[in-house]
């Protein structure tokens, strides 16, 4: 089987070609801005342009455009190819990078919006130990429950804590999606926003 895997929920654009569990071929971009513009480019410099059976697609929590144009375009594809389309928590995806070579328990650290983090706790068998949550840097510390901190953001969770702890500065890549366990993925494809909306509608 086909597969591609889509990651743009951060500054960090990435596509994946798999044979199975096997890369083909990959593209990883550190973009900040652009998403829209290099990812279906980037979809295309693949071999067969990318074509497979399945589709795998970031669903946040990251940057409100990166997510929607990720699942845009993976469910523009999946119609095209008659694909299945499969989505996965970003979170999930830095956690099982974080695994190589050994599993671990880890605190996943994520830059969020208007100053907060996303922060995460992972037992050491994989299971989410609580829910994503949008923290002050503050509160984020005082939610952390492991000395393995993962993420864009571990390093500075790290200054804020009082015991020394073991910081890999990871982002999401599509490359490691070969290390998703099926039970991460869902056909549920709405997006995981982390936090509640800027807007909110007047009281009464």
């Known amino acids: 089987m086909r597969i591609l895997a889509i990651e743009t929920a951060t500054e960090a654009c990435s596509v994946a070609l798999f044979d199975g569990s ?7 971009e550190v973009l900040g801005r652009g998403h829209a513009e290099r990812l279906v480019p980037m979809i295309a410099e693949l071999p067969g342009k990318g ?6 697609v970031s669903l946040g929590p990251g940057s409100f455009t990166g997510v929607r144009i990720g ?3 993976a469910r523009a594809l999946g119609i095209a190819w008659g694909a299945e389309v499969l989505g996965y928590p ?7 990078r974080s695994w190589q070579p050994d599993p671990r328990a880890v605190t996943v650290c994520m830059n969020g919006g208007h100053g907060e983090w996303f922060i ?3 037992a050491a068998d994989g299971h989410a130990e609580d829910e994503v949550r ?3 840097p503050d509160a984020a510390a005082e939610a952390t429950r492991h000395r393995i901190l993962v993420g864009n953001r571990a390093k500075e969770l790290a200054v804020l804590l009082d015991e020394d702890a073991l910081v890999l500065e990871l ?6 999606a070969y290390l ?16 509640g909306p800027d807007a909110k509608l007047p009281s009464k």
């Open 134 to 136: 949008s923290l002050a």
């Open 71 to 73: 699942l845009a375009v």
């Open 180 to 195: 998703l366990h099926e039970s991460r993925l869902t056909t549920d494809l709405a997006p995981l926003y982390g936090r």
């Open 90 to 96: 970003t979170l999930e995806l830095v956690r099982v």
């Open 120 to 122: 995460q706790n992972f």
């Open 171 to 176: 982002t999401p890549d599509a490359r490691a």
């Open 51 to 56: 074509r497979a059976d399945r589709i795998l």
């Open 22 to 28: 096997v890369l083909v071929d990959a593209r990883h």
